[in-house]
């Protein structure tokens, strides 16, 4: 028997309930006593619970609840971890490393038949995302572990790619992967108030002795998806944008992240939008540039006007480009 068979069968006459003597599991196995100490220690090291009393009546046992608890997962379990875990590398997960350690020890020590059903589910799925810079794998574990542990960060961070480099303090609450970019979500001491900042701006990261008490009930994730929405401040009312389309192409506005949250009304064929004008003349239209004739523009006569306008740009671009 190899050294993984021979840790999961203590295992298993230690989940009988029973307390066993290294000399009892030793004649059990067929192995040296020594070994023995050297899988338990082994065990202990992977984080099994394992208990050592001494005495007359003494010998190894498991801790309670993980006696009660299944030892091994099932054929759906495995599947799903397997699964999750392909979604998390390609998110750009920072343990990146350590999670496929965790995957190829639960194909180790699962049995052959279900190691090919894993495989060939393994290989029926796909997850196709934009690959992150490995320098950033550093600064989300020092994220990671500054929001776990409640340690203030010292970063120096840059707004934006033409502006200069600020050095701020932040209390980290939390990690977002949104879009396939990494937030980081916390209290600014500069600003003196939660904000938001993307991890590949982050030009340098270190922690801090200094603690901090997370805000109860406190979700990052909240936070940032209410942030990346307009606030109607009310001095201005709503402006209503009618658009009439293909089914799919309606289909597919009314489901995107923003609009959605802007949807008044619906029909197969038309859906009607309320929001704030600016919102016109900054992102709205070079959006549904992209769906070409496939939609039409009933509302307003502004958006109308906009989209000709942008349109008219890009031919008077090409024509000095190509056309001499």
Same mark, same amino acid.
């Given at each position: 028997?190899? *050294? ?11 989940? *009988?309930? %029973?307390?066993?003597?290294? &000399? ?12 023995? +100490? ?5 065990? $202990? ?7 050592? #009393? ?24 495995? &599947? ?26 639960? *194909? ?11 495989? /060939? ?35 120096? +961070? ?18 977002? $992967?949104? %879009? ?20 590949? /701006? =982050? ?10 008490? /997370? ?17 109607? #401040?009310?001095? #201005? ?6 658009? %009439? ?32 004008? /600016?919102?016109?003349?900054?992102? =709205? ?15 307003? *006569? ?19 480009? +190509?056309?001499?």
């Amino acid at each position: 028997m190899s *050294k993984a068979d021979h840790m999961l069968s203590i295992l298993w006459l230690l989940k *009988k309930g %029973r307390r066993m003597t290294a &000399k009892q599991l030793a004649e059990r196995l067929e192995i040296n006593i020594r070994t023995v +100490y050297r899988y338990i220690d082994s065990l $202990c090291a992977s984080g099994v619970p394992i208990v050592a #009393d001494s005495g007359h009546h003494g010998g190894y046992s498991l801790l309670g609840q993980f006696n009660d608890s299944p030892l091994l997962f099932d054929l759906e379990e495995q &599947k799903a971890l397997i699964h999750a875990a392909q979604f998390a590398q390609e998110a750009g997960y920072p343990y990146g490393e350590r999670l496929q350690q965790a995957v190829q020890k639960l *194909k180790m020590y699962t049995n052959q038949e279900q190691l090919l059903q894993i495989e /060939r589910h393994e290989q029926g799925l796909e997850v196709i995302g934009s690959s992150t810079d490995k320098s950033q794998v550093s600064m989300l574990q020092k994220l990671e572990l500054g929001a776990a542990d409640s340690r203030t960060v010292l970063m120096e +961070y840059q707004k934006g790619y033409d502006s200069t480099v600020q050095e701020r303090h932040l209390d980290i609450y939390g990690l977002v $992967c949104w %879009r396939h970019k990494w937030y980081a979500v916390g209290f600014c001491h500069l600003r003196g108030s939660i904000r938001s900042f993307r991890v590949d /701006r =982050i030009v340098s990261l270190q922690l801090t002795e200094e603690r901090f008490e /997370r805000p109860a009930g406190f979700s990052a994730r909240t936070f940032f998806l209410s942030n990346l929405l307009p606030k109607a #401040d009310g001095a #201005d009312p709503p402006i209503r944008i009618r658009i %009439r389309g293909e089914e799919h192409a309606i289909d597919d506005l009314c489901g995107h992240w923003f609009l959605s949250h802007a949807l008044a009304e619906r029909s197969d064929t038309e859906a009607v939008f309320e929001m704030e004008e /600016r919102a016109i003349h900054t992102h =709205i239209p070079y959006y549904l540039i992209s769906y070409g004739g496939t939609i039409q523009i009933i509302e307003p *006569k502004l958006l109308q006007q906009k989209m000709m306008g942008i349109v008219k740009e890009l031919q008077t671009y090409y024509e000095s480009l +190509y056309v001499h």
